[in-house]
DNA sequence: AAAGCGTGGGA
DNA sequence: TTCCCAAGCTT
């Protein structure tokens, strides 16, 4: 008999899956559960380019919150960001309260890729993963895991992004007609687990047998990506504005580096890279120091600087008390600041 | 269509 | 320490 590359997967999969907050699972929601396709969809847009780990707090914390997409589409877009606060990729969060307002005003989410990929914050992936997994759609679900994995079992060496058009159709070719979430979250989980980029474990692979990226002996070499730009160092100044128990908090700008997310006042760092800006007030100042963080296109030094001054700073904010610092949703760069400050 | 967009963990 | 990168999307 011979098993087809996806029902070895599978196989693996009833043994192997590992158990999530968003799987089915023991005291984990089911696919009956109206709030299914809700859970999938918050889960998935959490899970582009960040990890399991770093997820599940967030899921846990978000669902429990925000049981419907109706719960959260009649949040604050505030509540919200400050929620995401630490997660990354913020205009995920902004499009993650676009997105729930369509939903609820449609009263349930789209159940075809076709329409899932027109909602914000859902590109091809996400919307062919939401497909498969909550409306068990024949979807092609193609994210990085499934590149690695496809491109190592075809031994496919042409270089990404040249390489997805193939790995697209090779990944069609196995994606069985039934379980198609099943299959995706396996591969994904292969690929997690298994067929990892550094040093994939072969001996434990259901699909080593079959895998011709094994057969030529340096399966981690698949795929072959370009190579990566140097970050540039950027510098920059936030200021440490403190009056009676409460320190000066700003909200970014709506889109670009750390949009829509509250933040110390600062120089202006991320609009001119030498930090040149000026202060949001005069005072005598004291440096306390500087943070050092890297973003996804730049390395960053902070400088952390306390002004005493008199009035109120320039621009809009809020006094926020210290004591209530830790629900004030300030994202990493910031908590690092302002940790530095309160040392 | 190349570039911008966060973060934390592993090697 | 430094580099790489993880269930990508948007413009």
Redesign the pocket.
């Known amino acids: 008999m011979f098993a087809t590359v996806s029902d070895q997967l599978l196989t693996w999969y009833d043994a192997h899956a590992?158990a999530?907050p968003?799987?089915v699972g023991p005291g984990e929601a089911q696919p009956d559960d109206p709030a299914w396709p809700y859970r999938v969809w918050l889960?998935?847009?959490m899970?582009?380019?960040?990890?399991?780990?770093?997820v599940k707090p967030y899921f846990k914390a978000f669902t429990q919150r925000w049981p419907t997409v109706f719960d959260l589409a009649a949040a604050s877009e505030d509540d919200v960001m400050a929620a995401w606060?630490?997660?990354?990729?913020?205009?995920?969060a902004r499009?993650l309260v676009k997105c729930a307002k369509v939903v609820a005003e449609l009263g349930a989410f789209p159940a075809t890729e076709d329409e899932l990929r027109k909602?914000?914050?859902?590109?091809?992936?996400?919307?062919a993963?939401i497909a498969a997994i909550a409306f068990g759609e024949h979807a092609i679900v193609v994210?990085?895991?499934v590149e690695?994995v496809v491109a190592r079992l075809f031994a496919l060496d042409e270089p990404l992004?040249a390489a997805r058009k193939a790995i697209r159709e090779r990944t069609n070719s196995i994606t069985p007609e039934n379980r198609a979430g099943d299959f995706a979250?396996a591969m994904?989980?292969l690929?997690?687990q298994i067929c990892?980029?550094?040093?994939p474990r072969c001996l434990l692979c259901p699909l080593s047998g079959d895998c011709a990226g094994r057969k030529t002996g340096e399966p981690e070499t698949l795929p072959v990506?370009p190579p990566?730009?140097?970050?540039p160092e950027r510098r920059g100044t936030a200021y440490w504005i403190e009056r009676e128990g409460k320190v000066w908090l700003v909200t970014r700008a709506g889109?670009?580096?750390?949009?829509g997310?509250r933040a110390l006042p600062d120089d202006g760092w991320?609009a001119q890279a030498d930090g040149s800006g000026k202060p949001p007030m005069a005072g005598e100042t004291t440096d306390l120091g500087a943070v050092?963080?890297?973003?996804?296109?730049?390395?960053l030094t902070l400088q952390v600087v306390r002004i005493e001054g008199q009035g109120t700073p320039a621009g809009e904010g809020v006094w926020w008390p210290l004591d209530e610092l830790d629900g004030a949703g300030l994202?990493?760069?910031?908590?690092?600041a302002a940790r530095l400050a309160l040392a």
Request: charged share 20%; hydrophobic share 35%; net charge positive.
């Open positions: 590992r999530l968003w799987r889960s998935e847009v899970l582009q380019q960040t990890t399991v780990a770093a606060a630490g997660l990354g990729y913020y205009s995920r499009n909602l914000p914050g859902l590109g091809a992936y996400t919307a993963a994210d990085a895991n690695r992004p979250q994904m989980d690929g997690s990892t980029t550094r040093a990506k990566k730009k140097a970050k889109t670009g580096m750390l949009g997310m991320s050092r963080h890297s973003f996804t296109h730049a390395h994202p990493t760069l910031y908590a690092k």
